[in-house]
Every structure is written in C-alpha cells, then in structure tokens.
C-alpha cells in the first residue's frame, strides 16, 4: 500500500513548521527523513501518526484519507506501527506480553492473524533473536534487547505503515552499528513501508532506499542516497550530507575554475545544474587532496586530527577560507605547513558513501 502527502501545511500559531509537503512512499519502500533540528521531520511523523492534525494538505493510504483540513482520523484508526525514540515499554509486561499486546487490539489484524497470535509472537520473536527472552520483564535487558521488543511489538501487527522516529539515538556508537544492520533485515523480512526519522547522515546512507532531505519545514531533495550524495541540487544539502566545501568559482560548461583562478582547471560532469548556476563547486573531503606539489590552490594546514586509516585536515586558503580534506596516513602534514590543493581524478563518489555510511 503506498501513502501518499499531498500540499501537507503545519502551524503553530503564527510559525510555519512545514511548508507545502508532497511526498509518496511507495509499498514496501524504506524512506529516511532527514535533517537537523527544528527541520520539521518529526511533525510530519506526527501527523502521519494520527497525534497532530495538519493545517492544510492530506495524508492518504493506500487512496483512504486519514487527515484533511475537514477530516482527521484518531492514531488508533490508521493503520500504523510506530516506535518511539525511549522505545516506550511497558514496566508490567514481559516481552511476550509487549508482542502479543497490538495483536490482541489492532483492529486491522486480518483473520490469519487472529487465530494464530501465539504462532505470531513466536515467529516476530524469532525474527529479533528473543524467542529465548520471552519471558525477561523490560529492566531485564540491556539497550538493544530493548530496541528489538519495540521493533517487534510494532511489526507484529503488519502495519500498512511503520514510523520510527529516531530509534537509535539513545544507544552508543557500537550499538547503533549493529541495530541499523537489525533493522534493514527486519525490513527485507517483512516488505513493510517504513519511514525512517533521523539527524544522522550515516543512518539514513546505510539503510534507506530513498533519503529525503528536509530544511526550515521545506523538502530540499528527494533521492536515492547516492544521488544525495553525489549530485546534491542545493548549498544546503551538498553541506550536510557529505559536509562538501562549498567552493566558489566560476564555470565554464563542465569546467571549473576555483575562486576564479585561471591557471587552475578543475572538471565535473556530476555537479548539478542548480549549484552550477550559482557558482558552486561542492567538493568533499574526500574528492580533494593536499601535497606540496605546485599547481594548485595554495594553503597553509591550521588543523590536523588523526582517525586512524586516515587524517583530517583544514586548510586555510588567502587567510578566509577553510576547507577540510581527508586524507590517507601514508603522506603527514603538519600545523603551519603550506601546502598546494588539487582535485582528485575520477573519484569514486560510492567510496565517500560508504565511508560515511560506516562511521
């Protein structure tokens, strides 16, 4: 079933969180919602949940309405799975009671599921390895096992629609890791449509089949995480997704010369159009490369940060502007050294996908 947002307005007195939204998720698609805070990706969430109504607009699955300026169905209503970013358990129940909970009062569970609830417990659980911890009560298990009871206790049902609002944020680094791994099996096991709320770049990189950006209550991009990443159609997501310098210049067809520098040339057939027009040559860290070889930009290093497989760097170009590059350790600079800037030939944009993915 696919869901469908349509001219969606949402104020708060006299603010605007979200700005005229339109957006569809098709059946069984895996769609972030990315963007800092205050963005509004978590007011939409709330409205497709049923726990706010929309100014304007509407929300429909599967062509039912759920919510219009007239119309406003109630969360228990809709369709819909959701786990909260606390996971939100219940203290008196035990992990089969929080499974079998939404299969005893969702009122859209068809008949197969009815008559075999015990079955479906014991298979979501299977689906989470905690068929061995049914009967452990909430302050029995750790962050993750936690995490896992909220995914189950939400796909037990098959909701039409799954709505996580950023499930991983109270865990540490490592956990997260491996619960983003959890959590893009559960979504090839069940087929279900999810949409994924985050701030991280890196989760929504490493799990969504497509990845919309949002900014000041507005949609900027809507794409596959490689288009996202590689092609970003405005200065806004360029530098949040993939954290590109912004370097200003001037192009000439598909070629680029960096802060109006004749003598330097760079080519890119991958910079939009819309960034092209203003100027722009969004390079990442990664696509740029720092040595003392003459023939490029010209900088003196002001910031060094060791991370293991490689450094990061800042540049500092005509005592402005700052650019951070990535490097490999083979080659290390230091402090106050000058340096020369060169663009790399034929980077691999998919490497700067996954190395982010993967942070």
């Known amino acids: 079933m696919s869901t469908q947002i349509r001219n969606l307005m949402k104020k708060f007195g006299s603010f605007k969180a979200l700005h005229d939204i339109n957006l569809e998720i098709n059946s069984g698609e895996f769609v972030a919602i990315l963007g800092p805070s205050g963005c509004g990706k978590t007011t939409l969430l709330r409205l497709l949940a049923g726990f706010d109504s929309p100014t304007s607009g509407e929300i429909l699955i599967d062509k039912q309405e759920l919510a219009t300026t007239k119309f406003f169905l109630p969360p228990e209503k809709r369709n819909i799975g959701m786990v909260f970013q606390s996971f939100a358990l219940w ?3 035990n992990v089969k009671d929080h499974i079998r909970f939404p299969l005893k009062h969702q009122q859209f569970l068809s008949e197969d599921l009815k008559i075999n609830i015990d079955s479906r417990v014991d298979e979501v659980l299977k689906m ?9 009560m909430p302050n029995e298990l750790s962050g993750g096992q936690k995490q896992r009871v909220a995914l189950a206790r939400a796909i037990a049902p098959k909701p039409a629609l799954l709505l996580m609002d950023e499930p991983l944020s109270s865990l ?3 956990l997260r890791m491996s619960m983003r791994k959890e ?9 279900a449509s999810i949409v994924y709320v985050t701030h991280d770049q890196s989760e929504a990189l490493a799990m969504a089949d497509r990845i919309v950006v949002m900014n000041k209550g ?5 794409g596959t995480p490689k288009e996202i990443y590689s092609c970003p159609t405005s200065t806004f997501v360029a530098s949040f997704v993939g954290k590109a310098n912004l370097i200003q210049g001037k192009w000439e ?8 520098d004749p003598t330097i040339k760079w080519g890119n057939t991958d910079v939009t159009s819309e960034l092209k027009n203003k100027g722009i040559f969004p390079a990442r860290p990664e696509q740029l490369e720092i040595s003392l070889n003459e023939g490029g930009l010209e900088g003196i290093v002001t910031s ?32 106050g050294e000058q340096v020369f800037i ?5 980077q691999n944009t998919t490497d700067g996908i996954k190395q982010l993915a993967y942070v």
């Open 91 to 93: 203290p008196h129940m």
């Open 128 to 136: 989470v390895d905690l068929l061995h911890l049914g009967d452990r």
């Open 172 to 174: 540490d680094a490592e």
């Open 183 to 191: 959590i893009k099996q559960l979504h090839q096991l069940t087929k």
């Open 218 to 222: 507005k949609i900027e991009q809507v």
């Open 253 to 260: 067809g598909d070629t680029f010369y960096p802060l109006d």
């Open 304 to 335: 060094v940060q060791y991370q293991g497989k490689e450094i990061h760097y800042t540049v500092t170009i005509k005592e402005e502007e700052q650019w951070v590059i990535h490097q490999d350790i083979s080659k290390g600079f230091s402090v």
């Open 342 to 346: 060169h663009l790399k030939i034929n």
